[in-house]
């Protein structure tokens, strides 16, 4: 047998058995990996600007004035530039009125509701803070702009609300650490929050 001959049929068997041993493997897809976020040790400090409202925010939050084009004056938002997350606050003086508390009940949960196209689920739940006012939570899950909303309000005057929002198009999924992450910073607002005087 000529040496070129050998050779050839030698690359034949080794291709052969080369195709044999791959044609039995499963091919398994690799999950999708996520970047790690680092989190940062969390730390409170006393909102500084003069409010009806008060209460502890965190050091890597910015406290920026609401910009939208309906803000009202006591409108704020804690905007978390490592995270490009902020939550927007806005704040309602009802002055005693009954029917213009049950108003702001019922657009805030409209706000949250508007959710419901998107969210796979929505938890309510209440808490009651150590000043004593009972605040309405909503937690939000699925791919929605928003995974945590709130009001409290002491029934009387004061009526507070918050919602948590990204400004980034990331999937929900990889984002789960920093939307935990930031809804112990929003808790910690919440059992800390106590009515000032008004602030004209």
């Known amino acids: 047998m000529k040496k070129t001959n050998f050779l050839y049929i030698l690359a034949a068997i080794c291709g052969s058995l080369f195709l044999a041993s791959c044609s039995g493997d499963d091919y398994t897809p690799k999950p999708k990996g996520y970047n790690r976020i680092d989190l940062p040790v969390a730390k409170y400090q006393p909102l500084q600007e003069r409010h009806p409202y008060t209460f502890e925010h965190s050091v890597y939050a910015k406290v920026l004035k609401d910009s939208s084009r309906i803000a009202e004056p006591h409108w704020i938002d804690l905007y978390y530039p490592q995270?490009?997350?902020?939550?927007?606050?806005?704040?309602?003086n009802f002055n005693q009125d009954p029917k213009a508390f049950?108003?702001?009940?019922?657009?805030?949960?409209?706000?949250?509701?508007?959710?419901?196209?998107?969210?796979y689920a929505i938890e309510e739940s209440q808490i009651?803070?150590?000043?004593?006012?009972?605040?309405?939570?909503f937690e939000?899950?699925?791919?929605?702009?928003?995974?945590?909303?709130?009001?409290?309000?002491?029934?009387?005057?004061h009526f507070f609300r918050g919602a948590l929002y990204f400004r980034t198009a990331?999937?929900?999924?990889?984002?789960?650490?920093?939307?935990?992450?930031?809804?112990?910073?929003v808790v910690h607002l919440l059992n800390t929050l106590h009515w000032t005087e008004q602030v004209k």
Request: charge should be positive; charged fraction near 25%; proline fraction near 4%.
């Open 83 to 92: 995270f490009k997350a902020n939550v927007q606050l806005t704040y309602k």
């Open 140 to 157: 939000l899950e699925g791919e929605v702009p928003s995974q945590f909303q709130f009001y409290l309000t002491d029934s009387t005057k």
């Open 102 to 119: 049950n108003a702001l009940v019922e657009d805030a949960r409209k706000l949250t509701s508007r959710h419901q196209i998107k969210a």
């Open 128 to 137: 009651k803070t150590p000043t004593g006012i009972t605040a309405s939570v």
């Open 170 to 185: 990331t999937a929900n999924d990889s984002l789960a650490p920093v939307i935990e992450y930031l809804k112990k910073d």
